[in-house]
């Protein structure tokens, strides 16, 4: 992966976001559209998702990485934004964002897709709640020394 000295990243709770660098899951479900597209460093964030259905769908080999938090610990490339305005079309893509269907409560989600992901060292970075810049050098990124043992 090219690095460039300013790259944009998404705060995920943890295990969602190593599902999404692990390949286990290609969409993320926010409340809020985005018209962005690209690659995207995915962070950790501090807090965890306390539901069941995320920690049921990590496989035990992948515990160490979901345990790491507030940093970047991977990235994908954001290729669309679904707009789910149903209970039917969010049930339709649940093996692809893992969330059980009663969790859409409301007029509309959406659903950030994303493919090429990739598990990154974990470097601590402080977060945000929407996207936010990156500076990589202060990362220390030399060469991506990519966890293949974690890799399917």
Same mark, same amino acid.
């Given at each position: ?10 705060? @995920?709770? *943890? =295990?969602?976001?190593?599902?999404? +660098?692990? &390949?286990?899951?290609?969409?993320? @479900? ?9 690659? $995207?460093? $995915? ?9 069941? +259905?995320?920690?049921?769908? /990590?496989?035990?080999? /992948?515990?160490? $990485?979901?345990? /790491?938090?507030? &940093? $970047? @610990?991977?990235? &994908?490339?954001?290729?669309?934004? @679904? ?22 409560? &409301?007029? !509309? /989600? ?15 970075? =402080? ?6 810049? !990156? ?9 991506? *020394? ?7």
């Amino acid at each position: 992966m090219s690095r460039e000295s300013q790259s944009i990243a998404l705060s @995920i709770r *943890q =295990p969602w976001a190593t599902l999404l +660098v692990c &390949g286990l899951k290609s969409i993320e @479900i926010r409340a809020w559209s985005t018209e962005r597209r690209g690659r $995207i460093l $995915i962070h950790a964030s501090k807090t965890a998702d306390n539901r069941p +259905v995320g920690w049921r769908s /990590l496989p035990a080999k /992948l515990s160490p $990485i979901a345990k /790491l938090r507030g &940093g $970047i @610990i991977g990235s &994908g490339k954001l290729t669309g934004c @679904i707009s789910y305005r149903s209970i039917k079309s969010f049930s339709a893509d649940q093996n692809r964002h893992l969330n059980e269907p009663s969790w859409f409560r &409301g007029r !509309v /989600l959406y659903g950030f897709t994303f493919a090429d992901p990739e598990l990154l060292p974990f470097r601590y970075y =402080p977060g945000w709640m929407r996207f936010f810049s !990156v500076d990589e050098q202060a990362l220390g990124y030399d060469e991506a *020394q990519h966890f293949a043992e974690f890799r399917e």
